[in-house]
């Protein structure tokens, strides 16, 4: 089954790897260079500044075809940004990619203030979508409540949540809940203490209550 699925994704990766373009090649290997740049030396908050200004780019022009596979291949801040490029577009390949990262975990760092925190790639896919949608619910609260939205949030972010269709992001968490029961079941039981202790939008510990 693992020599399997390696296969599958080598062939989609060899037949995605002919379909980008020379433009969205260059454009990638100047965000590389400048991503070993920065975790060879330090991190570098202005650095990486410039790294989302780059890659912006890249995911205005870049196919959804190129996307996927960028999110295989390439750098860890080329693939972490290729796959929620993926998902915000909804594209149901990020499931491929949910399975593909939880039997093959890719961990990889990112700097929150002054730490620098591990991350799993799987995981932060499925967060990202829950952060989606709990950011969704808030919004409804506050947008049933005497019209508070405009307080509270910019004109463009009111039309994203007015447009926004949660059903892909629900289904998405549905598959990855049978994709955690074949490869990773304890991961299942890591949400219900996560959901459990999810209060007032923030993670309890015993001390707070």
């Keep these: 089954m693992k020599l ?48 989302y200004t780059l890659y912006s780019e890249v995911s ?6 190129e996307l996927f596979y960028l999110a295989l291949n390439g750098s ?8 929620f490029s993926l998902l915000y577009k909804k594209d149901k390949r990020i499931i491929d990619l949910y399975k593909y ?20 790639m799987a995981l932060s896919i499925r967060g990202n979508i829950l952060a989606e949608l709990r950011n969704y619910e808030e919004y409804k609260i506050i947008s049933e409540k005497s019209n508070q939205s405009k307080d509270f949030y910019t004109k463009e972010e009111i039309n994203y949540y007015e447009k926004l269709d949660i059903n892909f992001f629900k289904d998405c ?4 809940e049978i994709i955690d029961e074949t490869y990773i079941p304890e991961r299942l039981e890591i949400y219900k203490i996560i959901n459990e202790n999810w209060k007032d939008g923030k993670l309890q510990s015993p001390n707070n209550y």
């Design 101 to 120: 990262y939880s039997k093959f975990p890719m961990q990889y760092e990112i700097k929150m203030s002054c730490i620098i925190a591990q991350q799993d």
């Design 173 to 176: 968490l549905d598959e990855f």
């Design 76 to 83: 860890t801040f080329i693939r972490y940004n290729a796959a």
């Design 4 to 51: 399997r699925l390696i296969c599958i994704f080598l062939t989609i990766s060899f037949i995605t790897n002919a379909q980008i373009s020379k433009k969205l090649k260059d454009r990638v290997e100047i965000i590389d260079k400048k991503f070993f740049n920065i975790i060879l030396k330090t991190y570098d908050n202005k650095g990486y500044e410039e790294l």
């Design 60 to 65: 205005k022009t870049a196919t959804n075809d």
